[in-house]
């Protein structure tokens, strides 16, 4: 693999590096910062950003699930009783909140103290939205 310097790409101007394989056929073509001045800098660049493309995208709990989704993850995760019961010991305005909700919002004050009550960890918060969200 080599990589070749061109101040211009596309009549644009700037810090091109054109990667080729072995055969020089092109990899990819990409802007680079002006402190890249040589062939091993842009080469070790496109490592990483193929590197980059390559990785698993980071997992990002939904904000929100239906009522559904949520109701139906308590059960799966048999928490639905014991949730249930501690939502019957809570101020009317949870209570209403819980039953009429069509969506569970995961950053909710309420919801926030629910899930602190049980004992679970923000990672595990966004575990059960992820989970939820695929019921």
């Known amino acids: 693999m080599k990589a070749i310097q061109s101040d211009t790409y596309n009549n644009m101007t700037g810090n091109f590096w054109r990667v080729e394989d072995e055969a020089g056929e092109e990899l990819m073509t990409f802007a680079a910062p002006l402190d890249v001045t040589d062939a091993s ?3 070790a660049l496109y490592e990483d950003m ?3 493309l390559d990785a698993e995208p980071e997992q990002v709990a939904p904000a929100r699930v239906s009522a559904r989704q949520f109701k139906l993850q308590l059960l ?3 928490l639905l009783d014991q949730v ?3 939502i019957a010991t ?3 305005a949870v209570q209403i909140a819980y039953a009429n909700s069509a ?3 995961r950053t909710d004050v309420m919801m926030q103290a629910g899930f602190a009550e049980l004992g679970f ?5 966004d575990d059960f939205f992820s989970a939820a969200a695929l019921l």
């Open 41 to 43: 800098a842009a080469l």
């Open 50 to 52: 193929i590197a980059e």
């Open 76 to 78: 799966a995760a048999g």
């Open 84 to 86: 249930e019961n501690w």
């Open 90 to 92: 809570q101020d009317q």
């Open 103 to 105: 969506t569970f919002v």
């Open 121 to 125: 960890s923000p990672e595990q918060v």
